[in-house]
Antibody
Framework: EVQLVESGGGLVQPGGSLRLSCSAS????????IHWVRQAPGKGLEYVSG????????YYAYFAKGRFTISRDNSKNSLYLQMSSLRAEDTAVYYC??????????????WGQGTPVTVSS | DIQMTQSPSSLSSSVGDRVTVTCRAS??????VAWYQQKPGKAPKLLVY???RLESGVPSRFSGDGSGTDFTLTISSLQPEDFGTYYC?????????FGGGTKVV
């Protein structure tokens, strides 16, 4: 059974930093791209960042460029999102999401339960 | 980045109704579109990919259509468990992008 379990969310002050983690199981982790998608309270889904199966290619939404860094450790079946210079508008539930296709970027077939991030003083 | 414009943002329907949600891409994206359903407090669920391919286990009352810039998700006969919010997503190019969502109430 595919499982994606996020952790690391919480309350952080504006301008602060936070590192999200995602632990994966139930599939061959190093075969698939993995992404972060967020959802602000009462709002729609918003793509944040993604990383290719081998980790060499990374993708960012415009608001994440320069502030967020995605990485993965295939030896630990883990994905990370380092977030800095956080703003109130970054408040959201952050989902770790698996890509469907082997060694490609496509649609998203498995989602974690999400970890909430609140940016507030 | 490719923009995905979804309409309507909300629609009121009854059980048994035929429901259609539309998504328009800001440029041609072939058939690189997926549709997701989300219930309150839950993670989204994949319904359709490659514009018209139904995900395994998804009821046949759901169908997708379109290519290029215009796409639709249709529910042929709305069931009580279908109420929720629907999102389109393009994967023609990175970064991936989502439509704004359609809430079916």
């Amino acid at each position: 059974e595919v499982q994606l379990v996020e952790s690391g969310g919480g309350l952080v002050q504006p301008g602060g930093s936070l590192r999200l983690s995602c632990s994966a199981s139930g599939f061959t982790f190093n075969n698939y791209a993995i992404h972060w998608v967020r959802q602000a309270p009462g709002k729609g889904l918003e793509y944040v960042s993604g990383i290719s199966s081998h980790g060499r290619n990374t993708y960012y939404a415009y608001f994440a460029k320069g502030r967020f860094t995605i990485s993965r450790d295939n030896s630990k079946n883990s994905l990370y999102l380092q977030m800095s210079s956080l703003r109130a508008e970054d408040t959201a539930v952050y989902y770790c999401v698996k890509d469907r296709m082997v060694s490609a970027i496509s649609h998203l077939d498995y989602w974690g339960q999400g970890t909430p991030v609140t940016v507030s003083s | 980045d490719i923009q995905m414009t979804q309409s309507p943002s909300s629609l009121s329907s009854s059980v048994g109704d035929r429901v259609t949600v539309t998504c328009r891409a800001s440029q041609g994206i072939s058939i690189s579109v997926a549709w997701y359903q989300q219930k309150p407090g839950k993670a989204p669920k994949l319904l359709v990919y490659a514009a018209y391919r139904l995900e395994s286990g998804v009821p046949s009352r759901f169908s997708g259509d379109g290519s290029g810039t215009d796409f639709t998700l249709t529910i042929s006969s709305l069931q009580p468990e279908d109420f929720g919010t629907y999102y389109c997503q393009q994967y023609y190019s990175t970064p991936l992008t989502f439509g704004g969502g359609t809430k079916v109430v």
